[in-house]
């Protein structure tokens, strides 16, 4: 399963961005999905979730700030991040969960600058 993600970036804090992450079709279709961020020797840890159903949850550290959404017709799940501090900096990692198997891609780096 290849997942491409993109619209990380450099931004002040206080400013915003939106990750997308699209999806083969046919694989998107119902499946819970998720982003992921990691920084430099640290495990990778969860952001946010949306199930098929639409059903969303999030980290307590993004609550508020973070909006995840997915548009199944473009097989694409969006992460908008708003109101963002220097701690948001990591590389976000999107992924597709089927099952009990996390697919993930490529990774798509935010600095978030003070």
């Known amino acids: 399963v290849q997942l491409q993600a993109s619209g990380g970036g450099l931004v002040q804090a206080g400013g915003s961005l939106r990750l997308s992450c699209a999806a083969p079709g046919k694989i998107f279709s119902g499946k819970d999905m998720a982003w992921h961020r990691q920084t430099p020797g640290n495990q990778r840890e969860f952001v946010a979730q949306?199930?098929?159903?639409?059903?969303?949850r999030y980290a307590d550290s993004v609550k508020g700030r973070f909006t995840i959404d997915r548009d199944s017709p473009k097989n694409t799940v969006y992460l908008q991040m708003n109101n963002l501090t220097p701690e948001d900096t990591a590389v976000y990692y999107c992924?597709?969960?089927?099952?009990?198997?996390?697919?993930w891609g490529q990774g798509t780096l935010v600095t978030v600058s003070s």
């Open positions: 949306v199930t098929g159903g639409g059903v969303r």
């Open positions: 992924a597709l969960i089927n099952g009990r198997k996390y697919y």
